[in-house]
């Protein structure tokens, strides 16, 4: 990490976001790899996200930044708006009132406020749908993804991503990021992330604590099942 900082502080990027010292390594090729100011390739680990889905507080948060700060280019066409109400414990008129930024009806799915092939124009390639994204991609990825915006003037829009070389996508979240803390803009990206974890799969909490009972009952089964077996078998020599 102390390599990574020391890499980015050579290449002059002053403005670049530094990833927290707590990374952990993904399975497999982590999250990519960067050119350090001595032109060597450095692995970069991704960081772990603070996914819960039972802190419904940092879930209601991660909406509000995803529809402020997403839902203007990016569409979610998989969740309803309804279902934030109902699974975040929102009420639903203040769904309406904040968090419906492109409907009117509560029951619509989120859409993009910014007409996509406008955006094609803009960026090359239409904005991508963020309803799966952490299910193809991986919370860690999309968290590390999300602080490793840095200052670039080559770029159109002025920055570039350690994650992901020459991203079309601009550093949207630049002025929260000015005017938080390092640690408290690392914990809204991480409310940010969980939302998008959620929406990837709103029944993940429900289907982890299911199975763990699921698990459970079958152990506790394995008991009379081994003794009624032991007990049929007594007799064969």
């Known amino acids: 990490m102390n390599t990574l900082i020391k890499s980015l502080a050579g290449l ?3 403005a670049a976001l530094t990833l927290t010292a707590g990374t952990a390594m993904a399975s497999g090729s982590g999250c990519g790899t960067f050119t350090n100011a001595d032109g060597v390739d450095e692995h970069l680990a991704c960081s772990t996200a603070p996914i819960d889905f039972t ?4 879930l209601q948060n991660g909406a509000k930044i995803f529809m402020n700060y997403c839902a203007g280019c990016h569409s979610a066409k998989y969740v309803r708006h309804s279902r934030i109400a109902k699974d975040l414990e929102i009420p639903p008129e203040l769904v309406e009132k ?3 930024v492109t409907t009117d009806q509560i029951g619509d799915h ?3 406020e910014i007409d ?3 955006q094609a124009s803009w960026f090359g390639a239409a904005p991508p749908d963020l309803s799966l994204e952490t299910r193809l991609r991986g919370d ?5 993804y999300l602080l490793s915006f840095y200052e670039d003037p080559s770029r159109p829009w002025g920055a570039n991503n350690l994650v992901l070389a020459n991203a079309a996508m601009p550093h949207v979240l630049h002025n929260m990021q000015e005017e938080l803390s390092q640690e408290e803009f690392e914990s ?3 409310d940010l992330v969980n939302f998008m974890a959620w929406m990837g799969e709103p029944a993940r909490h429900d289907r982890q604590v299911i199975g763990f009972f699921v698990i459970l009952f079958l152990l506790v089964l394995l008991i009379p ?4 077996n032991k007990e049929f078998w007594k007799d064969v020599k």
């Open 55 to 58: 802190n419904k507080g940092s």
């Open 225 to 228: 099942v081994y003794l009624l």
């Open 98 to 100: 904040y968090l419906m």
């Open 110 to 112: 989120i859409t993009a």
């Open 140 to 144: 860690d990825w999309v968290y590390t």
């Open 12 to 14: 002059g990027l002053g």
């Open 188 to 190: 809204e990206v991480g």
């Open 116 to 118: 996509p092939e406008i």
